[in-house]
């Protein structure tokens, strides 16, 4: 995978965060992962196609997720129930469109598939390429910015739906 | 007082949404979580603005849009989206998208656009 296209994901999720959270996060160190790596608590995993393809999946913990879909959602205390799991989702949704944005403007032209939230540690998520890692610090935890894309061949853009086994916690 | 359907495939999306509406005067008459639906939701209600999500399973929200016009032209559909390339914004509106809102929005935002293409003027 080449490493620019990590960088469009990492940008679009500090300009979402921040207007969630009025705060900037900081972004760590890039990393490789392999192409079969296991979840953090909460996962929001968005399809990629297009000129590229492949996956984006965004990683936190139980408490990160809820905080954050707290502060979406203009409720201080919340549980983890369905609007919580679906405003972390929305949140996927919003960082992987902003992201397309920024590919189109650099001229690799994508779409996104609706997202799919995955609950529970461990569950094992196997990408069609290794994915390019970013965390961001925020003021409700670390977020985790997986990115596993791949030039699509011509004629072949549609992307596979990511492996998940394992058993959810 | 202008009737509004929301669709959107996120739970979150429509109830942000309704409320954003509700407390701006507006009535939500409906809502649809994919394309589909909000087809035969807009057939039923007939409702003066549709709020709609471009990424959705099913149909997705530019598939809708074309049908929802193809059944009444006039019908006012403002597109409220992650999605923000030229390519999906040109989409849009050629195929008769009133406007384009990008989320994350500020709700003033979304109140401020029904406003405008729900005006007769």
Known sequence: MRAEFINPFVTAGIAVLESIMASRPDSGQLAVRSATF????????IGVTGAVEGQAVYGMSLV??????????????????????????ELGNMISGHAATLLSQAGVETMITPPALIRGANVEISTATPALVVPL??????????????????KLTQAAAPIVSGSAA | ????????????????????????????????????????????????????DITMPVMD???????????????????????????????????GAKDYIIKPFKPEKIAEAVRKASSKD
């Open chain 2, 1 to 52: 007082m202008p009737t509004v359907l929301i669709v959107d495939d996120a739970l979150f999306m429509r109830t942000t949404l309704k409320k954003v509406l509700t407390d701006a005067g507006f009535s939500v008459v409906g809502e649809a979580e994919n394309g589909e639906v909000a087809v035969t939701r807009f057939q039923e209600l007939r409702p003066d603005v549709v709020m709609m």
């Open chain 1, 38 to 45: 296991t979840t953090q608590q909460v996962s929001i995993v």
């Open chain 1, 137 to 154: 610090y925020t003021d409700f935890g670390k977020i985790e910015i997986n990115v596993a894309l791949k030039e699509a061949p011509a």
């Open chain 1, 64 to 89: 990160t997720a809820t905080k954050i879909a707290a502060a979406m959602s203009s409720i201080p205390a919340m549980t983890f129930d369905e609007l919580a799991s679906s405003a972390v989702a």
């Open chain 2, 61 to 95: 929200g530019l598939s809708a849009l074309k049908e929802i016009k193809k059944m009444v032209p006039d019908a006012v559909v403002i597109m409220c989206t992650a999605l923000g390339q030229e390519s999906s914004v040109m989409d849009a509106l050629k195929s």
